[in-house]
């Protein structure tokens, strides 16, 4: 009977032991996945200080001698305007349309990139889950 009590505590400790395997398993094999994603995504995200110097295209305008515009050329209809110009409701529908969430995290939803990374394993299609930056 001694048998009996002295291996039930081992079978115990085998199946904690064998759980916790699985546990680690799992959890490498999420931050594989995770690595992996990043890495295949960071070969996307264009460097920050591509901003210092971004020009985007705008219309090219003729002016006659006194300021009066004679002609206009472009291939993209871009007004560069300063965060001040644009009207408040204009910024507000903006974030409320792109990220409600935007004014309580710190630029990056992590709820949101991680629904995002799910479907795209899911659907095999890239999906953007990006913020307002």
Known sequence: MEEQHDTKPRR??????QIGLVFLF???????????VLIAF????????ALDDYRPRT???ILARY??????????RRLVVSYDQIAPALRNAIIATEDAGFNQHFGLSMSRIAVTV??????GKRQGASTIT
């Open 59 to 61: 219309i090219t305008r």
């Open 42 to 49: 960071a070969g996307d995200v264009p460097e920050i200080s």
């Open 12 to 17: 115990v400790a085998l199946r904690v032991a």
């Open 26 to 36: 799992v959890i490498a094999a999420l931050l594989g996945t995770l690595t992996g």
């Open 67 to 76: 300021g009066q515009t004679i002609g206009e050329f472009a291939t993209e």
């Open 118 to 123: 799910l479907k795209d394993i899911l659907t």
